[in-house]
């Protein structure tokens, strides 16, 4: 019988891990060379200045089963992290910044892993070097001690810089600033500096200099440009002093002076020399050549020259002495110099002024102010003198005192001279500035120590000539006057100065000119006032002008210009044209009163005017300033003013008063009759006397019938006596011929009125159209054309008109039929535009009704009509 085994689960499950665990390999990484950028990162190189989050690398591996990997990196305890990893996709990120110098090689551990097994590896990343380094010197400061007798060529020092890149980044080169003013040179690759070949140095010209060395490198990339990096440090040279200069005099040239009372071993002068090397001098022995002649002798020492013989028994005026300074050393050097003694006489006598009478300090001038320029001054005697001998007796000569005015000849004395005062400025010798000029002459020695000098005084006491033209104080005077003022009144007083004294400044004042008659003046104390019997009258003349002379004893004169201003007062009153005037007053116009004040200004012809009077009142108003009269703003028609008054003219009396603004005030009063109407009627009354008949008579009807049939009547007896004249003529000559004519009247005839006593009107206007009759005064001809003339006979007596016949005045050799306008009443009287048209209609129907009847009445007589 087989046996069967039974495993459990567990165990099972725990065989078929293992052999899974068995089955499962490693993941590996990609090599693919150093120059490429993904792998494992071996021989991987970086540039020293990749900026720091550049993308470097990316790791790269794959798992034989196909899992997915996952990537790590790992450092050194104690070094630097300087990448950071993705571990999804093995992207390598630069996360500190490198540096060369500092470290040229990074190890760091790479990883991959598939989840189970995990494969490490360690790489070593090179950083490569990058111009970022700057030369530096090493040892420095560069002080450098140099003899003076270096020869030219040699070189003094090394100057050396380091540079830590490498490549041509950490090669150096080495110059001079300033290489063209520098005594210096330097080799540029091993930086020795030498002397300039040709220069030599001096420690007397120069003992220090200072030279700029440049250290540069070669240059190289950085961060993709090309950068070069130089340094600069400065080099002392100071130069040593060598014994290669001969002594040198200082002070030269000497000159020396022995006086008459000078010791006998008196120093005279010293003589002072010095080692030309100063950075390591000798000591100097002097020494007296030649040129003495026994009487001076050196301090071999000191170089302190003296006079060994008393100065009386010198026989030069004139000692050359020739001097030796040598050094005192195992290199000896030698330098000369050459003293001048000079044996001069004693300044002891200062110079002195002698008059006419021997030694004299002051002078004393008498003359006329003004002289000539050039002049010279005769009347002063002046000597001067000094004692000394050579330079001690050379001095100069000045005046000192009020400079420009006079100036003194010699200037410059040797012993003795004259002394000559010249005239330099003569407008300055002015009587009226000064009366008396003091001046000091002034004699001070030149070329002495001591300076001797002396004074003398020069009074001029001068006399006044007639040199000054009187001058008024102003070249015109301003001057007001009331014209109220008096005759005789003062106006202005004028000043005039003569600077001249006694007779010379005496003054006279005139004046003269086209304004001044109304004027005077006083001859001495130049007060201009009126004449006695002068009127002054703004109004008339407020403005005068003339000149004013004042001239002195011999003529001399001068002129100003004077203007006066003759001021108004109120001496006026205002005055209207008429004391009665009539004004038409329209309603809603204004009429104007007017007065005019004579006063020549401001206020006094000012005019104010005011209403006194008026019945009744508080009708009108009046503008204070113009004169407009206009009613009250509630008068707005006539019927309204009817409510006020009975007096149905509408004609009022006011009393006006003009009143000026003067001080005191005068007034004038004016009765102004003010005819109120409308502006209807007042077109109407413009038209002609018939409307303003018409418009008179309007409130009464019957009035105006009865003057239109007298009117009518008046035609009718005209007609009646023109008939009965023609028949009797006509009867006669048995023709009936044009003897008459009627015409327009012509404006330049003198009208032939008809007066109606009893007719009479409130207005007066210019007549309306009349119609006249005028003879024929030429041959008449009949129809036969026989030009006999006819005999007229003479007419027959007048007809007598019924009452109130108007009278007639007949005049040959023409006589006038008047037309006279009227108006009846309209029952719409109170619409004045029909009211208008009414009367305008009336009057021209009348004038038509006269004409026609007149024109048939003459072609009843067989008259022609024009």
Request: proline share 6%; glycine share 6%.
């Amino acid at each position: 019988m087989k046996q069967v085994w039974h495993l459990p689960p567990s165990l099972f499950l725990n065989l078929v891990h293992v052999c899974l665990v068995q089955a499962n390999y490693a993941p590996y990484f990609f090599d693919n060379g150093a120059s490429s950028t993904n792998g494992n990162m071996a021989l991987l190189s970086l540039s020293e200045d990749t900026a720091v989050g550049t993308h470097v690398y990316t790791l790269n591996g794959t798992d034989p089963e196909g899992d997915p990997v996952t990537y790590g990196m790992t450092f050194e305890a104690g070094s630097r992290s300087y990448f950071a990893i993705d571990d999804k996709y093995g992207n390598v990120t630069l996360t500190e910044e490198l540096d060369r110098e500092r470290e040229d090689e990074i190890e760091v551990v790479v990883s991959i892993s598939d989840g189970l097994s995990t494969v490490a590896e360690k790489v070593r990343i090179l950083v490569t070097d990058a111009n970022d380094e700057s030369p530096e010197f090493i040892n420095t400061p560069y002080i450098v001690q140099v003899q003076e007798d270096t020869p030219s060529g040699s070189s003094i020092f090394k100057i050396e810089a380091v540079d830590r890149d490498t490549g041509s980044g950490g090669s150096i080169t080495y110059f001079l600033q300033n290489i063209h003013t520098n005594k210096f040179t330097i080799d540029r690759h091993s930086g020795v500096l030498r002397i300039k070949t040709g220069i030599t140095l001096d420690y007397e010209k120069s003992r220090t200099y200072f030279i700029t060395v440049v250290a540069k490198d070669g240059g190289g990339k950085l961060r993709g440009n090309n950068k070069v990096f130089s340094v600069t440090t400065t080099v002392t040279i100071n130069v040593e002093d060598v014994q290669d200069t001969p002594p040198i005099f200082v002070g030269t040239p000497y000159y020396g002076y022995v006086y008459e009372d000078t010791l006998a071993g008196s120093e005279v002068i010293t003589v002072v020399a010095i080692d030309g090397d100063r950075g390591k001098p000798n000591d100097i022995h002097y020494s007296l050549i030649n040129g003495s002649d026994g009487s001076f002798e050196i301090n071999n020492t000191t170089g302190a020259i003296s006079v060994i013989k008393n100065p009386a028994r010198l026989k030069k005026e004139v000692y050359e002495l020739k001097i030796q300074a040598s050094e005192i050393g195992p290199e000896s050097a030698d330098a000369f110099a050459t003293v001048i003694i000079r044996v001069v006489d004693l300044n002891n006598h200062p110079p002195t002024f002698y008059g006419e009478n021997g030694l004299q300090n002051r002078f004393e001038l008498t003359m006329y102010e003004h002289p000539p320029e050039g002049e010279i001054l005769r009347g002063l005697k002046i000597t001067v003198n000094d004692s000394d001998q050579g330079a001690n007796a050379k001095f100069n000569l000045r005046l000192v005192g009020p400079g420009g005015i006079f100036r003194v000849v010699p200037q410059t004395v040797l012993n003795e001279a004259q002394v000559t005062v010249i005239v330099e400025n003569s407008a300055a010798i002015d009587y009226e500035k000064f009366q008396d000029l003091t001046f000091k002459l002034l004699a001070i020695e030149v070329n002495t120590p001591e300076k001797f000098s002396s004074t003398a005084d020069i009074v001029i006491h001068l006399l006044d000539t007639n040199d000054n033209i009187p001058k008024f104080s102003s070249d015109y005077y301003i001057a007001r006057i009331p014209e109220n003022s008096p005759g005789g009144s003062n106006v202005v007083a004028v000043t005039a100065t003569d600077p001249d004294s006694g007779l010379w400044g005496e003054m006279k004042y005139s004046i003269y000119g086209t304004g001044a008659d109304l004027f005077l003046i006083h001859p001495s104390t130049g007060i201009i006032y009126t004449q006695p019997w002068a009127v002054l009258d703004a109004e008339v003349a407020s403005k005068y002008n003339f000149y004013v002379k004042v001239e002195d004893t011999e003529g001399k004169y001068s002129l100003a210009e004077v203007f006066i201003t003759v001021l108004d007062v109120n001496d006026h009153s205002p005055e209207f044209n008429e004391n009665i005037q009539e004004k038409t007053m329209i309603i809603g116009s204004p009429v104007k009163v007017e007065a005019i004040d004579q006063d020549a200004e401001e206020p006094n012809n000012i005019v104010d005017y005011s209403i006194m009077q008026a019945d009744p009142a508080n009708v009108f108003d009046i503008d204070q300033s113009t004169g407009e009269i206009k009613l009250k703003s509630y008068i707005r028609s006539l019927d309204i003013i009817h409510n006020i008054t009975n007096n149905k003219d509408c004609i009022w009396s006011v009393v006006v008063q003009a009143k000026d603004r003067g001080s005191p005030s005068f007034s004038t009063t004016a009765v102004l009759k003010i005819d109120i109407t409308e502006e209807i009627k007042a077109r109407t009354l413009r038209k002609g006397p018939m409307a303003a008949f018409l418009m008179q008579t309007k409130d009464n009807p019957m009035k105006a019938l009865g003057v239109l049939a007298g009117v009518m009547g008046v035609m009718v007896m005209i007609t009646i006596l023109i008939s009965t004249a023609m028949f009797w003529r006509n009867k006669r000559s048995n023709k009936v011929m044009p003897v008459r004519r009627i015409i327009k009247k012509r404006q330049n005839f003198q009208s032939r009125t008809i007066r109606m006593e009893w007719l009479k009107f409130k207005r007066s206007s210019n007549a309306a159209e009349k119609f006249a009759v005028e003879e024929d005064t030429k041959s008449l001809q009949n129809e036969n054309s026989n030009n006999n003339f006819q005999v007229l006979p003479p007419p027959p007596p007048t007809v007598p008109a019924p009452p109130p016949a108007p009278v007639f005045k007949v005049s040959a050799p023409e006589w006038r039929v008047p037309t006279v306008s009227g108006s009846l009443s309209s029952p719409m009287a109170n619409k004045p535009l029909k009211k208008e048209s009414a009367a305008c209609t009336t009057n021209s129907a009348l004038v038509s009704e006269l004409k026609q009847r007149f024109e048939m009445r003459n072609a009843a007589l067989g008259h022609p009509h024009i």
